[in-house]
T-cell receptor
Framework: KNEVEQSPQNLTAQEGEFITINCSYS?????LHWLQQHPGGGIVSLFM???GKKKHGRLIATINIQEKHSSLHITASHPRDSAVYIC??????????FGKGTRLHILP | EAQVTQNPRYLITVTGKKLTVTCSQN?????MSWYRQDPGLGLRQIYY???????DKGDVPEGYKVSRKEKRNFPLILESPSPNQTSLYFC?????????????FGPGTRLTVL
């Protein structure tokens, strides 16, 4: 069993829909990262959080430390949000463990 | 502009021919790392460096070498590449290792070993 599990693996939705991507982890963490990888391959960091909730534009990330669960939400989704979203947990030894990613496709 | 650069972006080579993928950052970051990304396996760490002359193995170091002679550069060396090293490689850096330090990724190098 992977230490960081994401769901769903693939998600197709219509433009405008509210999107939720989930991440569960089994290790103690010091921080959790959400990354975005566009079709061209480049990776950018979206959020880094260790508690509560963060918001940036239409993106919201939440984390529940007790339940070892994080979610990434996209409001009013747009085709340009189509990408692979990767959850990464930084454990207490500072090692980063990556989920396998969620491939999101937003249809116009 | 603050960035991590990698070269080359694409490389096709043959088994056994030594190659180096360069990585450079202009943010004065102490921590640098190499990852490979394979379908179905996600990102896996190859090597990392916490500062100049300090390097350590990640999860999949076999067949790779690194060096950190200067703070800004962290080259990845494949002494004798094999087809199972065909992958997409990313270099990343952060100010320090540890929670609260965002990682900045390079654009990736797609390597094919024939």
């Amino acid at each position: 069993k992977n230490e960081v599990e994401q769901s769903p693996q693939n998600l197709t939705a219509q433009e405008g829909e509210f999107i939720t991507i989930n991440c569960s982890y089994s290790v103690g963490i010091s921080a959790l990262h959400w990354l975005q990888q566009h079709p061209g391959g480049g990776i950018v960091s979206l959020f880094m959080l260790s508690s509560g909730k963060k918001k940036h534009g239409r993106l919201i990330a939440t984390i529940n430390i007790q339940e070892k669960h994080s979610s990434l939400h996209i409001t009013a989704s747009h085709p340009r949000d189509s990408a692979v979203y990767i959850c990464a947990a930084r454990n207490r030894d500072d090692k980063i463990i990556f989920g396998k990613g969620t491939r999101l496709h937003i249809l116009p | 502009e603050a960035q991590v650069t990698q070269n080359p972006r694409y490389l096709i080579t043959v088994t056994g021919k030594k190659l180096t993928v360069t990585c450079s950052q202009n943010m004065n970051h102490e921590y640098m790392s190499w990852y490979r990304q394979d379908p179905g396996l996600g990102l896996r760490q190859i090597y990392y460096s916490m500062n100049v002359e300090v390097t350590d193995k990640g999860d999949v170091p076999e067949g790779y070498k690194v060096s950190r002679k200067e703070k800004r550069n962290f080259p990845l060396i494949l002494e004798s590449p094999s087809p199972n090293q065909t992958s997409l490689y990313f270099c990343a850096s952060s100010l320090l290792q540890g929670a609260g330090n965002e990682q900045f990724f390079g654009p990736g190098t797609r390597l094919t070993v024939l």
